[in-house]
């Protein structure tokens, strides 16, 4: 049986990653590739796949939201390609076929591979959403609750962001820059207010001018004798000059 693969990952080079390892295989057919998690939707009810290659973090709709809108409906076996740390990796171990955390090998991958295939040959393809799958959703849905969308207007339209969505906030000048992914937002807010709605929502204020997303940070990189930039998942540097012990133990706590 040929594998009807679909690769949802809002990073190109990340796609080509999996693209190029697939084409090593043999018996996988790779039917959409998806930027965001909207249109990954789109191709599992269009292509029907055998296994989804999802990214967590993805504009539009989130890794999460995408098995939200697909509870249902023919539900493909889910490799989680994903550049969270280790804490929620352990979660998704029980409610996924597989994760991959970027960067990944193509040992690794091959690995993840073949779990599927294994599953699909004693189980098939489930109809919907598996109960470990749903609890996961259910988790992340339950964390998220409580914390008021942002919204930022454009001329054409009001985007409402949900605080777990933006990387880091920085200041300029009597506005904030909300940085979600590649993308900017600019709203009209002080650090001060910004700190403030969201504070609960595992940010910390790294510096006068930047508030981080907690989950978003990938290490501390040395920078002279005791000084430190944070460096987040998106590759992005930012300034820190709170206390080090500080930010390692709410790190901790994430």
Same mark, same amino acid.
């Given at each position: 049986m040929t594998l009807r693969a679909v690769i949802a990952d809002d990073e190109p080079l990340a796609r080509e990653r999996v693209r190029l390892f697939l084409a090593e295989e043999t018996g996988v057919e790779v039917v959409a590739e998806c930027a965001d998690g909207a249109a990954a939707v789109e191709a599992v009810g269009?292509? =029907?796949?055998?296994v989804l290659f999802l990214d967590i973090q993805m504009p539009r709709l989130n890794g999460f939201e995408v098995l939200e809108s697909l509870a249902g409906r023919a539900m493909p076996k889910v490799v989680f390609t994903t550049a969270h740390d280790q804490h929620a990796i352990r979660a998704f171990e029980v409610s996924a076929v597989d994760y991959l955390l970027k960067p990944y090998k193509q040992e690794r991958f091959r690995r993840a591979l073949n779990k &599927? =295939?294994? %599953?699909?040959? %004693? +189980?098939?393809?489930?109809?919907?959403?598996? *109960?470990?799958?749903? *609890?996961?959703?259910? %988790?992340? =849905?339950?964390?998220?609750? /409580?914390?008021?969308?942002?919204? @930022?207007?454009?001329?054409?339209?009001?985007?409402?962001?949900?605080?777990?969505?933006?990387?880091?906030?920085?200041?300029?000048?009597?506005? @904030? %820059?909300?940085? &979600?992914? $590649?993308?900017?937002?600019?709203?009209?807010?002080?650090?001060?207010?910004? +700190?403030?709605?969201? *504070?609960?929502?595992?940010?910390?204020? &790294?510096?006068?001018?930047?508030? @981080?997303?907690? $989950? $978003?940070? =990938?290490?501390?990189?040395?920078? /002279?004798?005791?000084?430190?930039?944070?460096v987040l998942q998106s590759g992005a540097r930012v300034e820190m000059t709170c206390p080090l012990r500080e930010l390692q133990e709410r790190l901790v706590g994430i």
């Open positions: 269009i292509h =029907r796949p055998h &599927v =295939r294994d %599953q699909i040959s %004693q +189980e098939g393809t489930p109809a919907g959403l598996d *109960a470990g799958l749903a *609890a996961l959703v259910a %988790q992340w =849905r339950g964390l998220t609750e /409580g914390h008021p969308r942002i919204p @930022v207007k454009s001329p054409d339209r009001i985007l409402f962001l949900r605080p777990q969505e933006i990387d880091h906030v920085e200041a300029d000048g009597n506005y @904030v %820059q909300l940085h &979600v992914g $590649r993308d900017r937002h600019m709203i009209r807010e002080t650090m001060a207010g910004m +700190e403030g709605r969201l *504070a609960t929502a595992g940010f910390m204020r &790294v510096s006068r001018s930047v508030i @981080v997303n907690l $989950r $978003r940070i =990938r290490e501390l990189k040395p920078m /002279g004798p005791g000084e430190y930039c944070v």
